[in-house]
């Protein structure tokens, strides 16, 4: 069975430092994708950023990249220079082979000024 | 180009009432997802369509939930006798495929509240 599991309810930044947010999985595909979303107070939901478990290289979008350590089952999300637009609340989630997508259960990320 | 649509925005009903929600995708996309979302909490996975292929309900919480789709078109949740513990954000998201790296493309969801 797929597992998504985000350690941290809550987290803080600085203003123009970089975070690690945390998230582990557990699948036993072979194949499968790993996505972050952000979810600001509005609602709607933000793609940033895809991993795919046979890339050879960690994502990287923007001020956005993926830690990917597979052996490890970690996909953390690293944002560099936060700003105060990223205050929100991150998801991890989970693709299989047969499509079924999981979430985990989101990090509140705050930035201060 | 339109994005997902779901409407209602919002739904106030009363307990024991029947609610149906609707999705429509972004053409084209093949895959479609609905998750709930309680308040301060992550979303939980309800039901995945890919094409014609027989959907995984896997994340129905009950038999009072059920969804539909017509073809690679509109899907429409519903459930049944609702209850108060079924009040949440319904969220409907669609991509271009079900599988590898096409991301989901999420509506703007139903809020419903059971009253």
């Known amino acids: 069975a797929q597992k998504i599991t985000q350690t941290q309810p809550g987290m803080f930044v600085q203003e123009k430092e970089a975070v690690t947010l945390d998230c582990t999985y557990d699948t036993s595909d072979p194949s499968y994708g790993l996505f972050w979303y952000k979810q600001p107070s509005s609602g709607e939901m933000i793609f940033l950023i895809y991993?795919?478990?046979?890339?050879?290289q960690n994502a990287t979008e923007g001020r956005y990249s993926l830690n990917f350590q597979k052996a490890r089952k970690s996909a953390n999300l690293v944002i560099s220079a936060s700003q105060l637009g990223d205050s929100a609340m991150y998801f991890c989630a989970m693709r299989s082979e047969e499509g079924k997508l999981i979430f985990g259960q989101g990090t509140e990320l705050s930035v201060k000024p | 180009g339109a994005g997902v649509s779901q409407s209602p925005s919002n739904k106030v009903t009363e307990k024991g009432k029947d609610v149906e929600l609707r999705c429509d995708p972004i053409?084209?996309?093949?895959?479609l997802y609905w998750y709930r979302q309680r308040l301060g909490q992550g979303l939980e996975f309800l039901i995945y369509?890919?094409?014609?292929?027989?959907?995984?309900k896997s994340g129905l919480p009950s038999d009072r939930f059920s969804a539909e789709r017509t073809g690679e078109s509109v899907s429409t949740l519903t459930i049944q006798r609702t209850q108060q513990e079924d009040s949440a954000v319904y969220l409907c998201?669609?991509?271009?495929?079900?599988?590898?790296?096409?991301?989901?493309?999420f509506g703007n969801g139903t809020r419903l509240t059971v009253t």
């Open positions: 991993q795919g478990s046979y890339d050879q």
């Open positions: 998201a669609s991509s271009l495929a079900g599988q590898g790296r096409s991301p989901l493309h």
């Open positions: 369509f890919q094409g014609n292929s027989a959907p995984d």
């Open positions: 053409s084209g996309h093949t895959a």
